[in-house]
């Protein structure tokens, strides 16, 4: 047997590529900072991680501010803060050979774009200032991330610590939504005054002692800078299918989990309502509704089992809502003045700003009263789309009292 032979056709086995992707803005010493802390772990036990690759997500002004990064400078002997950081790494041992791959293309700063609706041009965000610059900085992300996390072959760590604080909430979405479970989350912790020094870019850094805000020297030999690792909870593995394929927009995807989580939590309860007195209870937990606010419940309940398509407002309700009053109050004993459904409080019809304040106590009361009740409250109507979104063999409408 030719063993040379072999082992000359084997496939090499397949490697990990680290890619480290961060959302920078103002302050683009995250990017050093972060590299060193992932190379100086806190903990003995953890091995100091090199990424192959780093990717910047920015904005316009923000992809301004990185040009600092490749720009030498007397205070670090005249090296940019990137080559001194790559040197100072270098010096301590670390094999540099095939890592820390960046530059200043655009596939390794990548600029959040968006298209005017006017003109269907698109162009860089110079900032995220309005509702619309938000959602095309969602989906700019979200496309990033799914470029990273789709190759099998890549681990993904992933930076919060630049950029606007939307930037920052929307990348750790993003991660929740497709990120893998062995993806890292993280953010950069420095301690002061460094946080605040002018052209400081990480610890031991040459050049001497910075100044700081104060006016009193701050040498980075002193600096303390770790890494946090920000715990996330990795939805695409609970669904799959949905989170595992491209979904379109970043609004779509977050939709689609908000049902999946939904359904989820609806195979979970069973609601029991009563119709001679004012009792509910959700898997046996009782909850203590005021006359309006159960009749808002068991209208919605009813439509549920008579199955009454949903609807998409709250006024479209309205209507219903009163004939179903009337028809309560139908069935109450004569002169029975202490029957819930002769209460004063429905005497009158329910508008809607009533209706969305009682869904909005029911909601509270759900995640007060313990138990199993607080799932109901994902569960109610809520703006565009007025239902109760539990399966009606979830449901038991108990006509008579319960003994």
Known sequence: MNTTASTAESPSPKTTETILLAVTGMSPAILTETIWALAHPGAPADEPVIPDRIVAVTTAEGR????????????????????????????????????????????DIRVITATDPDTARSHELPDIRNRAENEAAA???LEQVRGIVENPDTRLIASIAGGRKTMSALLYA??????????????????????????????????????????????????????????FVPLR??????????????????????????????????????????????NGTPIRLSAREHLVLLYFAERVRAEEPVLSAYDEAINGLDAFRKAIQAQAPDNDWSDWRTSEALA???D??????????????????????????????????????????HIRILRKPRE
């Open 237 to 282: 593995n609970l669904f799959h299918r949905e989170l595992g394929q491209p979904a379109g927009s970043f609004r779509r995807l977050v939709e689609t989990c908000q049902v999946n989580v939904r359904e989820t939590v609806a195979e979970r309860i069973l609601l029991e309502i009563e119709t001679t007195r004012p009792e509910s209870r959700i």
């Open 139 to 141: 989906d700019f992300i």
């Open 352 to 393: 809607e700003r009533q209706l969305t304040r009682c869904l909005s106590e029911i909601r509270s009361k759900t995640k007060k009263a313990g138990g199993d009740a607080p799932y109901l409250a994902t569960l109610l109507p809520r703006k565009g789309r007025c239902a109760l979104d539990l399966p009606a063999d």
């Open 174 to 231: 993003c991660m929740t939504l497709i990120g893998r479970e062995g993806d890292h989350l993280t953010h950069v912790l420095v301690s002061e005054p460094f946080e605040s020094v002018s052209g400081f870019w990480f610890p031991g850094q040459p050049g001497g002692p910075l100044t700081d805000p104060s006016g009193n020297p701050a040498d980075p030999r002193q600096a303390l800078v770790q890494l946090a690792h920000v715990p």
């Open 64 to 107: 301004h501010r990185l040009e600092a990064i490749f720009t030498p400078t007397p205070q670090l002997e005249n090296r940019s803060p990137w080559d001194a950081l790559r040197r100072a790494l270098a010096a301590e041992g670390h094999d540099l050979r095939g890592k820390l791959r960046f530059g200043t293309t655009s596939a």
């Open 348 to 350: 009158n019809p329910i």
